[in-house]
């Protein structure tokens, strides 16, 4: 399976502000996606990362909040903007193949904080 | 919507015991997978099923998809701290607009003491 570097790991970021979380991918890999995850809870799906297009966001979830950037078939950004405490949350991203079945691989986490 | 309920949410045993996780839905999946994610780590898998009534073993993991595609079952036998983690399941199904999609279970948050 491929291997994805996330970045940052962790941050503390002050209400107000933007924070862009990058995810690089070792091989081409169809589609990206983004969840969001409390610790210790599941799942929940943020947004479908389109190379060369829009992002496709879950109910709940807006492009002017989150934009994501998938400018190839290795690497997506999703931003967190205009930070407050309730987006203090664990950040993933995850690839996988288009064919039916296939693994969902995923980035080590971001860890924010919003103080 | 597809949804995926797992239960328990929360299971606290001693070394040695046995458990089962269970994964359920009134939905048909393509296929039906584990994760499992440790602190500071993105979830990984560990078992794709794909056929109604399949079993697969993982050494001392037993995994089963239900004979309609519906449910799912993990059973760990003589777990072990090692085992300590949360364990996600997730479906598989077509999204017209976005192709094949998985749904993610509740998750369910496993602790083994030694």
């Known amino acids: 399976s491929a291997v994805i570097s996330q970045k940052p790991s962790r941050d503390i970021c002050q209400r107000g502000t933007s924070l862009t979380i990058q995810c690089q991918v070792d091989s081409q890999v169809t589609m990206m996606f983004w969840y969001r995850q409390q610790p210790g809870q599941s799942l929940t799906l943020i947004a479908t990362?389109?190379?060369?297009?829009?992002?496709?966001?879950e109910s709940g979830f807006v492009i002017d909040k989150f934009p994501i950037s998938r400018p190839n078939l290795t690497f997506s950004t999703l931003t967190v903007s205009n930070m407050s405490p309730e987006d203090s949350s664990i950040y993933l991203c995850?690839?996988?193949?288009?064919?039916?079945?296939?693994?969902?691989?995923f980035g080590q986490g971001t860890r924010l904080t919003v103080v | 919507t597809q949804l995926l309920e797992q239960s328990p949410q929360f299971l606290s045993i001693q070394e040695g015991e046995n458990l089962t996780v269970y994964c359920n839905s009134s939905?048909?999946?393509?296929?039906l997978q584990w994760y499992r994610q440790e602190p500071g780590e993105g979830p990984v898998l560990l078992v794709t099923v794909v056929t109604g009534g399949e079993v697969k073993k993982l050494k001392r993991l037993t995994f089963q998809f239900g004979d309609a595609r519906k449910d799912s079952s993990l059973h760990i036998t003589a777990a072990q701290p090692g085992d300590t983690g949360l364990y996600l399941c997730a479906g598989g199904h077509m999204n017209n607009n976005a192709g094949n999609m998985l749904t993610f279970g509740g998750g369910t948050r496993l602790m083994v003491k030694p």
């Open positions: 939905s048909v999946f393509s296929s």
């Open positions: 995850s690839g996988r193949d288009r064919g039916l079945n296939t693994e969902a691989f």
């Open positions: 990362a389109n190379q060369g297009s829009e992002a496709t966001y």
